[in-house]
C-alpha cells in the first residue's frame, strides 16, 4: 500500500483504473489484527496459505484462545450482532452480554443462540475476501448441527444438507455447522475437502481421477473402502470420512440419490460427448473452519454455486488435475508445438463454453466470470456505502480467464481480515496431537466401514441392519427429498401461549400449512422481533394474559415490538425533516429526545374508544397524548396521507405512492389476481427503517375471553403494530372467544387463511390435500391404529390411594415433577402441605382457605410479594378408573402376562406401517415419557373441561354406526355452534359426562392420550412474604362450585378446588412460580401507596403488608398505605381481619377502609363506593403526590374501579373524560397503575389472581 494513499481520516482511497472512480475504505481498521502476514519487506498475498509460509501453523483443534482473547472476540461480535439489529447499547444487549461473559468466565467457553449463530455464519461469508459470489451472503440458509454427538447424526446431517443445498438444480446457498471446539476436547471433523469430490488412484501408469485427492483416496482405501465396482474410475465418489470428538473416524458412503452430477457436452462439438467428462452440481466445502465470536467450528460444510471458470479452467483444465487441454487442441486440430500458437486459449474457451452449456441445459445454477465480476463490482460499492469498505483479494478475485476484459481487472482492491471468518486449518489426518493417531504403527486407527446401500450394511453397534429397515430408511429418504425438490414460501407461526392453547392451535396450523409451505413453528419466547422484516409470511396466534397484557412467553416479544415502532416513528420524523414540505424541525429534538411511551402505554391507549375508533381526521388528539408535537406533524402530513381501515384492528395509514401489494394497511383481496412471490421486493442489504416488515405478509388470530373487557387485547395490538410496521394485512384481525366456541372460530380462521396464501403465492396443491368448502378437516389429526405403544421395561408403580395429591415417599414424585417441569418449561417443584384452613364461617356458605406450604426443600423457588404460584393439580384417582372402564385398547398387541394395559409403562409412537405421511405425526411426544395411560390421564391431561368440538367429531369416528340416534346427535353437536353452545350450558359436561351420556362409545386410549388437552396449571397470588415466613409460601384460595351436582350426587367443584379439599398436611403439592414484574412494589416507596381487593383479591396484598410491616421496623418515616377490601359480612368473612388490625399496629398499613355488600339492614357497599366517598384523598394520593395504584380482583370489580377512579379525576380536577383517561395511561407508563385481573367464577376453575 502506497502511504500517500491513506488520508488523515484513516480511509484508504482504491481507484477503478477504468472509469476512474475512487472508493473510499474505512472498514480496514476494523480488521483482526491476525490477518494477513505481509509486512513491510514483502507480501503474501499471492500464498493460498500465508500462515504456513511464514513459519506459522494453525492452531490445533483442541487448543483454544486465552480466556481474554476469547472474552474480547465474543464481546466484539455481541455487539456486531445487535447493532445488526439496530439494538446496539440497548437493555438486550447489555443482559445477553453478562450472561456470555458469566458463561465464558465459569466455563472457558459459552453458547450462540441460533440468531446469532446464523448472523455469524453470514457475516463470515460476507466477509470472505477470497469469494467472488458474495453478494448473497443475507441469503445463506443455516442448518444447526450442533447438537449431534454421533457421526450417523452428523452422515444424516449431511445427506439433508445435500438434499436441500441441490434443489433439483436450482442450488441454495447452505451452511450446516456441528459442535464447536471445546477447551481439552477433541474436535469434530470432516476429513473431505469437499462434499463431493472424486476420487484419485495412484498407478503405476499415472493417476487415475482427481490428482488432487490422491492422498485423500489412498487413506479411505487403507481404512478399507471399496471403489464403486471394484474398478478405479475417473468420476468416482470419494466416501466421507466422519470423526466425532474423541473417536475414532467413519466412513460412510454418499448415497447416489443425493448426488446430482452434469454431464460436459458441447453445443457444436460432439466429441466432447465422447471424453465422458462430467462433475458434480454442489461445491461443498467440508474442510475449512468457522469461527465466530472467539468459538471455533472446526466441522462445517458451506456451499454456494459454480462460476464457469471454477470448473472449466481449473478443475478440468489445470495440468495438475484432469488436464484435459491437450486432449481437446488434438480434438480441435491445434497446434500444440508451441505456446505462440495460443492453443490452450483456444481449448481452455471451449472447454468454458461446454461448461456453462451442460449446466444450462441440466437445468443446474450456475454463473459465467463475466456476470459475477459484475455482480461483485455492485457489491463493492454497496459495501462500500453500507458499512465503510469491502475486503478483497485481488489475486482471488479476478477470474482465471479472460482476466483484463473483466470489470474486476481494473478495480483497486484491499485485503484484510475481519471476524466472523472461515480459516484454513490442517488436514484432520495430519494433525500432531490427535492421540488416536500416536503410536498406531502406519498412524491410522481401525475404521468402521459403513455401507450406505451397496455391500453388506452395518451400524456403529456392529448389529445388522435388516433388509425391511434399509427399506424402511431408503423410503424415508425419497420422501424426504422429493419434499426438499420443491421451493416453498417460507412461514413464521408464532404462538403466545399461557396455558397451551395458543400452542396446541399453532401446531394444528403448521401441520396444515406443512403440506405446502416452509413452515417454521416459533414461540415468542424464542423469537427476536427484529427478524421479522425478513420474513415472507407470519402468522400468529396469540393469547392475552390477565386484562390486556401479553401471555410471559411474549413479554420480551411485546418490548421488542413497542422499540420497532418507536424506531419507525423516528424514521418517519427523520424522513419529514428532510423534506422540503416541512420546514418545523426544530420541534423534532424536544420530540425525540424525550423518553419514549412505554409498551404497556401503547397497549392501554389501543382499548379507549376516544383513541381506538378515532377516524384519520380525528388521529390529532391521539398523537397529542405521545406528545404534543406529533399533532403538529400529522397536521402537515395528512394531505399526503392515503387513509385505510380495517374495522378489526384500528386504523393505518399510508403513502400514497407506495404499491397497493405493499402497502402496510391495505388487506389483499381473495380475488387479486395471484403471484408467484412476495410483494416487491427490495434490495436484500437495504433496511427500510420507517416500514421494516413492508416485505412481509401477517394475519393475526387472538384467544381469549369476553369476559375481559380488554379481550385479546395484547393480540390486537400485534395486530396493529404489524401494519404500522408496513406489513401487509392477509385478512382482517380474527378472535376466539373461550366463552362461545373458540376452537370453531380457529378452524375457520386456519383454513380462510389457508386458501388466502395459496392463492395468494400461487401455490398448487394435491386435491387430497384441498380442504373442503365450508369446512375444516380437523378430524385428519387421528385416526384408528395411527400410534402404538412400545413397552418399557420398567417396575410398574402403583398411584396413591389419595384422589389427587402425592405423598413425600411416593416412587413416581420424580417423574410427576421431572415431566411437569419438561412439559411446561417450568422450575417444577414438590411443597410439602403443612396445613389447610377454613377462614370463613361455617355459616358462610362457601369456602375461603388459607393454604401453608412448606418449600424449604425446594431448589431454585424465588419469588417475591406480588408474583403469582402456579399450582399442577391431578385428576380424581376414582374418575380416571371410571373413563378407563369405557376406553379400549389400541396400542398393539398385549402379553398373555398384562394384567391391566392401563398400567403399563410405554412410550406412545406413531405407527410405522402406512403412507410416509403418517411420519409427520407432531404431537405423538408431546407427553413426558414413558409412562402408563393411567399416570397420563391423572397428572397430564385435562378431563374435566367440556371436550371441544374437533374432539367430539373424533368420537363420532368410533362410535357404532349402529346407534344411529346416538350418532346422529353427537355429530350435531359437533358440527353445529348453536347445539354446542346448548349442550355446554345445559350441563357443562365433563370427559366422563359425555362418555356416560353417548354410553355405546367405547373411547380408544390414542385418542385420549393425543386429542386431550394438556392438564395446565392453576395461577394463584403469592399470599405471604418471606421476610415473615421464610422457609413457606402461602395460597389464599376460593373454593368454586358449579350450579348442579355431579354424578355422585356431590356439589360438583372447580379441578383446583377440589384438589384443595382434598389435600392433607404431608401431602405434596407441584408448583413452581412466575415472576410477575408489573405488580411488585416499587423498590423504594417515597410516595402513596393505594392497595384494592375485595374477595380474595386481597392475597396479594397479604405479603405486602407483611412485607412493608417488616421494613417499617427499620424504618424512621411512617408509610402512606391504605387498603380497599372488600367482603359480604362483617361477621362471616371479613377473613383476614385480626391480621389488618396488627398490619396497622406494626406500619404495613395505614388505615383500612371496607365495604359490605351483604350486612344486615343496610345497602350494598362496594370498594368502588368507598373511593368516591373518599374522591378527595384518592385524587391526593394518585395525582398530587404521585402515588401509586394496586387493584386485584375479577374482571368486573377491576372494570368498576377504573370507572370510578375516571371519574374522581375529572370532578376533583376539573379535566375531560379523554384527560383523565389520558391521565391513567400516564399512571401505567410511569409504572404507576397495577393490575392483577382474573376472570370471572363461572363454570370453570378461577384463581385470585389470574
Not at 474457451?349 to 459484475?374: F, L, N, P, R
Not at 453500507?386 to 482471488?396: E, F, T
Not at 425446594?858 to 371410571?882: A, R, T, W
Request: charged share 20%; hydrophobic share 40%; net charge neutral.
Amino acid at each position: 500500500m502506497n502511504p500517500a494513499r491513506e488520508s488523515a481520516s484513516h480511509a484508504i482511497h482504491l481507484k477503478n483504473h477504468l472509469d476512474g472512480t475512487v472508493l473510499s475504505d474505512t472498514l480496514h481498521q476494523q480488521a483482526s489484527s491476525s490477518g494477513t502476514e505481509c509486512s513491510i519487506s514483502y507480501c503474501s498475498g499471492s500464498v493460498v496459505r500465508p500462515d504456513k509460509a511464514s513459519g506459522l501453523r494453525s492452531t490445533p483443534p483442541s487448543t483454544s484462545h486465552d480466556e481474554e482473547t476469547l472474552l474480547r472476540e465474543a464481546e466484539d461480535f455481541i455487539a456486531q450482532y445487535y447493532t445488526s439489529l439496530k439494538r446496539k447499547d440497548s437493555f438486550a444487549h447489555f443482559t445477553r452480554w453478562e450472561e456470555v461473559r458469566n458463561q465464558i468466565v465459569s466455563s472457558g467457553t459459552y453458547q450462540l443462540k441460533e440468531t446469532e449463530l446464523a448472523f455469524g455464519a453470514k457475516t463470515a461469508w460476507r466477509n470472505a475476501a477470497r469469494c467472488i459470489g458474495r453478494m448473497f451472503w443475507n441469503q445463506l440458509q443455516v442448518f444447526d448441527g450442533r447438537f449431534v454427538r454421533t457421526s450417523q447424526e452428523i452422515f444424516q446431517m449431511l445427506c439433508d444438507h445435500l438434499r436441500f443445498a441441490t434443489n433439483n438444480g436450482n442450488i441454495r446457498s447452505t451452511i450446516t455447522l456441528f459442535p464447536p471446539s471445546v477447551p481439552n476436547t477433541p474436535d469434530f471433523r470432516i476429513w473431505n475437502s469437499q462434499l463431493i469430490s472424486y476420487a484419485g488412484y495412484g498407478t503405476q501408469n499415472g493417476i487415475i481421477g482427481d490428482p488432487q485427492n490422491k492422498s485423500f483416496t489412498q487413506i479411505c482405501l487403507d481404512f478399507g473402502w471399496i471403489s464403486p465396482s471394484n474398478q478405479h474410475g475417473k468420476f468416482d465418489i470419494l466416501p466421507w470420512v466422519i470423526q466425532v470428538a474423541g473417536q475414532e473416524p467413519v466412513l460412510f458412503d454418499v448415497p447416489k440419490d443425493i448426488i446430482m452430477e452434469v454431464n460436459i457436452t458441447h453445443p457444436e462439438l460432439s466429441f466432447l460427448s465422447d471424453m465422458h467428462l462430467k462433475w458434480y452440481a454442489v461445491p461443498c466445502i467440508s474442510n475449512m473452519k468457522l469461527q465466530i465470536g472467539g468459538l471455533k467450528f472446526p466441522a462445517c460444510a458451506f456451499n454456494g454455486w459454480y462460476m464457469d471458470t471454477e470448473i472449466a479452467c481449473r478443475d478440468l483444465c489445470d495440468e495438475n488435475r484432469y488436464n484435459v487441454l491437450p486432449t481437446i487442441a488434438a480434438k480441435l486440430g491445434l497446434d500444440c508445438s508451441r505456446s505462440s500458437t495460443m492453443w490452450k486459449e483456444k481449448a481452455q474457451t471451449e472447454m468454458i463454453v461446454a461448461v456453462i452449456h451442460s449446466y444450462q441445459k441440466a437445468g443446474v445454477v450456475m454463473i459465467d466470470h463475466h456476470k459475477a465480476c459484475e455482480l461483485f463490482e455492485d457489491h463493492l460499492r454497496n459495501e462500500t456505502k453500507i458499512r465503510g469498505g469491502c475486503p478483497a483479494d485481488w489475486v482471488w478475485i479476478v477470474p482465471p480467464s479472460a482476466t483484463n476484459l473483466t470489470v474486476l481487472f481494473h478495480q483497486e482492491m484491499l485485503n484484510y481480515k475481519l471476524l466472523p471468518s472461515f480459516e484454513y486449518q490442517e488436514n484432520a489426518w495430519d494433525l500432531e496431537n490427535n492421540a488416536l493417531f500416536l503410536g498406531k504403527g502406519t498412524g491410522f486407527p481401525a475404521i468402521v466401514v459403513h455401507g450406505v446401500l451397496d455391500g453388506p450394511s452395518t451400524r456403529e453397534n456392529g448389529k445388522k441392519l435388516t433388509f425391511k429397515g434399509l427399506v424402511r430408511i431408503i423410503i424415508a429418504g425419497l420422501y424426504i427429498m422429493r419434499k426438499c425438490i420443491k421451493r416453498r414460501t417460507r412461514v413464521l407461526i408464532l404462538y403466545g401461549s399461557q396455558s397451551g392453547r395458543s400452542r396446541r392451535f399453532a401446531s394444528k396450523l403448521a401441520q396444515l400449512f406443512r403440506q405446502v409451505f416452509n413452515v417454521r413453528l416459533v414461540g415468542m419466547d424464542e423469537y427476536d422481533a427484529n427478524e421479522l422484516r425478513f420474513e415472507t409470511i407470519v402468522l400468529v396466534v396469540s393469547s392475552t394474559f390477565g386484562n390486556g397484557d401479553p401471555p410471559a412467553m411474549g413479554e420480551e416479544f411485546s418490548q421488542q415490538l413497542f422499540d420497532l415502532k418507536m424506531a419507525s416513528l423516528a424514521a418517519g420524523a427523520k424522513a419529514l425533516r428532510r423534506s422540503n414540505s416541512f420546514t418545523g424541525s426544530s420541534l423534532f429534538p424536544s420530540l425525540w429526545e424525550k423518553e419514549p411511551t412505554s409498551e404497556k402505554g401503547l397497549r392501554m391507549r389501543v382499548f379507549y374508544s376516544n383513541i381506538s375508533d378515532a377516524l384519520p381526521g380525528d388521529l390529532s388528539p391521539f398523537l397529542q397524548t405521545i406528545h404534543p408535537a406529533l399533532s403538529t406533524v400529522f397536521d402537515i402530513i395528512r394531505p399526503s396521507m392515503v387513509y385505510t381501515s380495517d374495522t378489526s384492528s384500528g386504523s393505518s395509514f399510508s403513502t400514497p405512492e407506495r404499491s397497493p401489494q405493499v402497502n402496510g394497511a391495505t388487506e389483499w383481496s381473495p380475488n387479486s389476481r395471484p403471484v408467484r412471490s412476495a410483494p416487491a421486493k427490495l434490495n436484500p442489504n437495504y433496511i427500510n427503517e420507517e416500514f421494516p416488515m413492508i416485505n412481509t405478509c401477517f394475519s393475526v388470530f387472538g384467544l381469549g375471553s369476553s369476559a375481559y373487557p380488554k379481550f385479546c387485547g395484547f393480540a390486537a395490538f400485534v395486530n396493529n403494530i404489524f401494519g404500522d410496521l408496513g406489513a401487509e394485512r392477509l385478512m382482517s384481525f380474527k378472535t376466539g372467544d373461550e366463552l362461545s366456541d373458540q376452537e370453531k372460530a380457529f378452524q375457520q380462521w386456519q383454513q380462510e387463511i389457508f386458501e388466502i396464501c395459496t392463492r395468494r403465492f400461487d401455490v398448487q396443491i394435491r386435491k387430497a390435500l384441498q380442504l373442503p368448502h365450508g369446512h375444516v378437516q380437523m378430524s385428519t389429526l387421528w385416526s384408528p391404529s395411527k400410534f402404538r405403544g412400545t413397552p418399557v421395561k420398567r417396575k410398574l408403580v402403583e398411584l396413591p390411594d389419595s384422589i389427587n395429591v402425592l405423598s413425600p415417599g411416593s416412587r413416581n414424585l420424580s417423574q410427576l415433577l421431572g415431566g411437569l417441569s419438561s412439559l411446561h418449561h417450568k422450575n417444577v417443584q414438590g411443597a410439602l402441605c403443612l396445613e389447610v384452613r377454613q377462614l370463613l364461617q361455617p355459616d358462610a356458605g362457601r369456602q375461603i382457605l388459607l393454604i401453608r406450604l412448606d418449600i424449604s426443600r425446594c431448589e431454585n423457588f424465588s419469588y417475591e410479594p406480588g408474583d403469582h404460584v402456579l399450582v399442577f393439580p391431578s385428576n380424581s384417582k376414582d374418575i380416571v378408573s371410571q373413563i378407563l372402564d369405557r376406553c379400549i385398547w389400541d396400542l398393539g398387541e398385549l402379553s398373555p402376562s398384562a394384567a391391566n394395559p392401563f398400567d403399563i409403562m410405554m412410550q406412545l409412537e406413531p405407527a410405522i406401517e402406512g403412507s410416509p405421511a403418517s411420519t409427520e405425526w407432531m404431537d405423538h411426544n408431546r407427553l413426558p415419557g414413558p409412562l402408563s395411560v393411567r399416570f397420563a390421564l391423572t397428572y397430564f391431561l385435562d378431563i374435566a373441561q367440556a371436550p371441544s368440538q374437533s374432539f367430539l367429531l373424533e368420537l363420532a369416528q368410533v362410535l357404532d354406526p349402529k346407534h344411529i340416534h346416538d350418532r346422529e346427535k353427537l355429530l350435531l353437536i359437533a358440527t353445529d355452534s348453536t347445539a354446542y353452545a346448548g349442550w355446554i350450558a345445559e350441563s357443562y359436561p365433563t370427559l366422563l359426562d359425555t362418555l356416560q351420556q353417548f354410553s355405546n362409545i367405547k373411547c380408544p386410549v390414542s385418542l385420549l392420550l393425543t386429542q386431550l388437552p394438556l392438564l395446565e396449571a392453576r395461577y394463584y397470588s403469592v399470599s405471604s412474604s418471606r421476610k415473615a415466613f421464610p422457609r413457606e409460601l402461602h395460597i389464599t384460595a376460593d373454593v368454586i362450585v358449579f350450579g348442579r351436582n355431579d354424578a355422585s350426587g356431590f356439589p360438583r367443584l372447580g379441578l383446583c378446588s377440589k384438589f384443595w379439599t382434598a389435600l392433607k398436611p404431608g401431602d405434596i403439592v407441584p408448583c413452581a412460580t412466575r415472576v410477575a414484574n408489573h405488580f411488585r412494589l416499587p423498590t423504594v416507596i417515597t410516595t402513596p401507596i393505594m392497595l384494592i381487593g375485595p374477595g380474595t383479591g386481597i392475597a396479594p396484598f397479604r405479603s405486602f403488608w407483611q412485607e412493608l410491616g417488616a421494613e417499617s421496623v427499620t424504618s424512621k418515616a411512617p408509610l402512606d398505605i391504605v387498603l380497599y377490601f372488600g367482603c359480604r359480612r362483617p361477621d362471616v368473612d371479613d377473613f383476614y381481619a385480626g391480621e389488618l388490625e396488627n398490619a396497622v399496629v406494626c406500619g404495613g398499613l395505614r388505615k383500612v377502609y371496607k365495604a359490605y355488600s351483604r350486612e344486615a339492614g343496610k345497602g350494598r357497599v362496594y370498594v368502588q363506593d368507598l373511593l368516591r366517598q373518599n374522591a378527595q384523598d384518592v385524587y391526593r394520593q394518585c395525582v398530587t403526590m404521585g402515588g401509586h395504584i394496586y387493584i386485584c380482583g375479577d374482571v368486573r370489580m377491576v372494570t368498576g374501579v377504573q370507572n370510578a377512579l375516571l371519574k374522581i379525576f375529572q370532578q376533583e380536577g376539573g379535566i375531560s373524560e379523554a384527560e383523565a383517561k389520558e391521565y391513567l395511561v400516564k399512571m401505567t407508563e410511569e409504572n404507576r397503575f397495577h393490575e392483577d385481573v382474573f376472570g370471572l367464577n363461572s363454570n370453570e376453575d378461577s384463581s385470585n389472581g389470574i
